[in-house]
């Protein structure tokens, strides 16, 4: 089993729709947990930090449930703008070093 | 504040060079991370290292790849005798020392083509 999965996609949504993405991860002691953006294999961009009790930027919700293992990402009223490859983060028990790993990204085309 | 440079942007090389890929970590962070995009795969962790010391390289293949991080200097991820398949986005991430709840700030990356 990969430690962080995520439904590769893609995802087509017109614009305005609101989307979902969800990211199961197998290490239970994990401490944090990330979204990224890439853009047409740019560099990867933090886009928010997820909490326990969930957080939220705008359009954007995090979610994590560490009951089941999963963290997920809702965009509400998807903009032309949103297209990118979304990535899920999971940082290792000691989050003071040691390497992230990343899912695979959700691919996400928002069409007019 | 500078973010994370990496140089160069595009190499090429032919097969059996030896490639050479620099990254500064940001001002005031210690520890650089190195993730290699193959073609339409994800990020893959390679190498992992504080100033003067490897601390995990669990991700890097067995031949062929170093990686440094010197006193003085940028970090190194030096590949001897390229092959096709090394053709990737290399892409270096830096963060401070207690990283806590902060993500990666990454480089915009070195693509390099094996011809």
């Known amino acids: 089993r990969k430690e962080v999965e995520q439904d590769p996609g893609p995802f087509n949504v017109p614009e305005g729709a609101t989307v979902a993405f969800n990211c199961t991860y197998s290490?239970?002691?994990?401490?944090?947990f990330f979204w990224y953006r890439q853009d047409c294999r740019k560099e990867p961009k933090l886009l928010m930090s997820?909490?326990?009790s969930g957080n939220e930027d705008g359009r954007f919700t995090a979610q994590l449930n560490r009951a089941s293992q999963y963290i997920s990402l809702l965009i509400r009223d998807s903009k032309l703008s949103d297209s990118a490859t979304y990535l899920c983060?999971?940082?290792?028990?000691?989050?003071?070093?040691?390497?992230?790993?990343f899912g695979d990204g959700t691919t996400l085309t928002v069409k007019p | 504040n500078a973010g994370v440079m990496q140089n160069p942007r595009h190499l090429v090389r032919r097969r059996g060079q030896e490639a050479r890929l620099r990254c500064s970590p940001m001002?005031?962070?210690?520890?650089v991370y190195w993730y290699r995009q193959l073609p339409e795969e994800g990020l893959k962790f390679m190498v992992y290292?504080?100033?003067?010391?490897?601390?995990?390289e669990s991700g890097m293949p067995k031949e062929r790849f170093s990686a440094e991080f010197p006193k003085e200097g940028p970090s190194i991820l030096r590949i001897q005798q390229v092959v096709r398949g090394d053709s990737a986005a290399y892409f270096c991430?830096?963060?401070?020392?207690?990283?806590?709840?902060?993500?990666?700030?990454f480089g915009s990356g070195t693509r390099l083509t094996v011809v």
């Open positions: 991430a830096s963060s401070p020392i207690d990283r806590g709840r902060s993500g990666y700030t």
């Open positions: 290490n239970s002691a994990s401490q944090s």
């Open positions: 997820v909490y326990s």
């Open positions: 983060v999971v940082n290792p028990p000691n989050t003071n070093a040691g390497k992230s790993t």
């Open positions: 001002k005031g962070h210690s520890h």
């Open positions: 290292l504080q100033k003067e010391n490897i601390i995990d």
